[in-house]
């Protein structure tokens, strides 16, 4: 059977944009421009995680290998899990790695959160 042949376009594609002034290349204005404040935000979050054994003993090296191999001792794999959770809002079954690992598997029991904001000049 021979291979089916595309039909030719029945009209040029466009080319492609280039800018036209020097102004349109170079970097955004600074927040002050546009009348906004720019603010540096520290979070800190201090949580509690319950973490069933059996998702600590699923980390062995072949889950080493194929995902994240600088993750070794429990502290290592709670703190990962914990993380991961907080940062991407996201359950155990949803983390690369986890996703044969039961929601009920890892859960943040209890959170602290702090927030220092500083204005930059």
Not at 10 to 16: E, F, V, W
Not at 83 to 89: C, G, Q
Request: charged share 35%; with cysteine.
């Amino acid at each position: 059977m021979a291979a089916k042949k595309h039909p030719r376009r029945s009209t040029p594609r466009p080319k492609r944009k280039t800018p036209k002034t020097s102004t349109e290349t170079t970097a955004p204005e600074p927040a002050s421009a546009k009348g906004k404040r720019r603010f540096q935000v520290i979070v800190t979050c201090r949580v509690e995680l319950d973490l069933d054994q059996a998702v600590i003993d699923s980390v062995d090296d072949g889950w080493r290998k194929r995902f994240y191999g600088n993750v070794r001792t429990p502290e290592e794999i709670a703190g990962f899990i914990g993380s991961l959770m907080v940062r991407e809002d996201v359950a155990l079954n949803f983390i690369d790695g986890f996703a044969d690992q039961p929601r009920a598997g890892a859960i943040i029991t209890d959170s602290e959160w702090d927030f220092e904001a500083k204005e930059n000049t």
